[in-house]
């Protein structure tokens, strides 16, 4: 595998300024580590560890992705618990494999070279009542699921989480939204797990998240978010809400299709929304290769069937070029590209 730096990224993409602006480069993590350049090396061999299983070269990104775009990652493990995910990043801290966790890659893009390194997808799933309105969640908890529980059982706060495909962790970390809700305004605290080992919890308030965005975005000692603690207030039109909101999407997503759901985060500042200005510059339905703005929402992506990273990574291009000539607005990504060999590189920095 070539070690270049700006592999399989589209010239619009291919600024060092964007690859050197990764947000998390996993602390101490060397992104240049000797033992994670034989990439797929070991092809479809498991590699057991302190009762760990590694699969080595076989996992596809594609199937852990709700684009359903990625190559194979040279090591993969499903951990259920907080100490299998520890002992998971542990081995990888020990052995100099760059790591990602995700959740359900419902914000990822994954390149069709693969990830040279550790992809720890999270099953951490238990949730707890601790007291009515408080719930204590794993991280690897479906939020969709969370949103539709809690507003059965009568509370209000995560009623726009139904139908948002991903994890308690990955929300947190994305601070997810819809419908004038955010989940940082739901949460009460935060658990999560240092790169050197150490378990840390954060409260709301030394918390500071904004639009689609969280401290743990740039938290540079952050390994992994392992529960989160959601303090919800009584409404007896939370379950009706949260009905309408899903109605809403079947109504106006392209649900069903394989997307990220919205690429770029809206221009709060304009006061109109991504889709719109994707729309009024004429290019619903416009493709590249595989990949097509959704005739339906035109901030939605969808892969048509056989898309690779370089027809999303095109369309994304694209897309932001035109709507920049006819209303002078820079779109920014809200999908997180993990690139091959570098942890997390946001493509918003564009420098
Ligand atoms: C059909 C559809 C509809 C959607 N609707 C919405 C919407 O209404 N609003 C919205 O905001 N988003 C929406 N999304 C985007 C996406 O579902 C959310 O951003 C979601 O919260 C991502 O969760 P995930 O578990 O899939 O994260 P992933 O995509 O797996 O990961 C996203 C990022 O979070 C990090 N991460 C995940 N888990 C952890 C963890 N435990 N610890 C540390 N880091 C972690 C990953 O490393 C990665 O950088 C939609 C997506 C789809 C496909």
Redesign the pocket.
């Known amino acids: 595998m070539s070690p270049s730096p700006s592999l399989s990224i589209p010239p619009c993409y291919r600024s060092p300024g964007i690859l050197l602006h990764a947000p998390r480069t996993r602390g101490p993590f060397p992104f240049l580590c000797s033992q994670s350049r034989s990439f797929s090396k070991d092809q479809g061999q498991t590699h057991n560890c302190k009762g760990l299983k590694f699969i080595r070269g076989k996992k596809q990104l594609k199937d852990l992705s709700?684009w359903g775009i990625g190559g194979p990652c040279n090591y993969f493990i499903q951990v259920f618990d907080q100490t299998q995910l520890v002992s998971a990043i542990r081995f990888c801290r020990e052995h100099s494999i760059r790591f990602?966790?995700?959740?359900?890659?419902?914000?990822?893009l994954f390149d069709d070279v693969g990830f040279d390194g550790c992809v720890i997808l999270?099953r951490i799933e238990f949730l707890e009542k601790k007291e009515p309105g408080i719930y204590r969640v794993g991280?690897?908890f479906r939020?969709n699921r969370l949103g539709v529980q809690c507003s059965n059982e009568g509370f209000t706060g995560l009623e726009?989480a139904g139908?948002?495909?991903?994890?308690v962790?990955?929300?947190t970390?994305?601070n997810?939204?819809?419908n004038g809700q955010e989940t940082a305004n739901a949460i009460r605290s935060v658990e999560?797990v240092t790169m050197d080992g150490k378990f840390l919890r954060f409260s709301r308030t030394d918390l500071v998240f904004g639009y689609?965005s969280s401290p743990?975005q740039v938290m540079e000692e952050?390994a992994?978010?392992?529960a989160v603690t959601f303090e919800l207030q009584h409404s007896g039109s939370a379950k009706r809400r949260q009905h309408e909101y899903m109605e809403r999407r079947r109504m106006s997503?392209p649900?069903g299709e394989q997307?990220?759901?919205?690429v770029f985060r809206n221009p709060l500042d304009m006061g109109v929304a991504a889709a719109e200005l994707i729309e009024k510059a004429g290019l619903k339905g416009f493709r590249v290769g595989g990949a097509m703005v959704s005739k339906m929402h035109a901030n939605f992506f969808i892969n048509c069937g056989g898309a690779t990273s370089q027809d999303m990574l095109h369309l994304l291009a694209v897309v932001k070029e035109k709507v920049d000539q006819k209303f002078g607005v820079q779109l920014k990504e809200?999908i997180?590209y993990i690139h091959p060999e570098i942890t997390?590189v946001d493509l918003n920095k564009d420098g």
Do not use: H, W
């Not at 990602?100 to 990822?108: F, L, T, Y």
């Not at 139908?163 to 994890?167: D, N, S």
């Not at 997307?259 to 919205?262: E, R």
């Open positions: 709700t990602i966790v995700i959740g359900k890659g419902s914000n990822c999270n991280s690897g939020f726009f139908g948002i495909p991903g994890t962790g990955g929300a970390y994305m997810a939204g819809a999560f689609r743990f952050l992994a978010i392992i997503q649900v997307t990220a759901g919205s809200e997180i997390d």
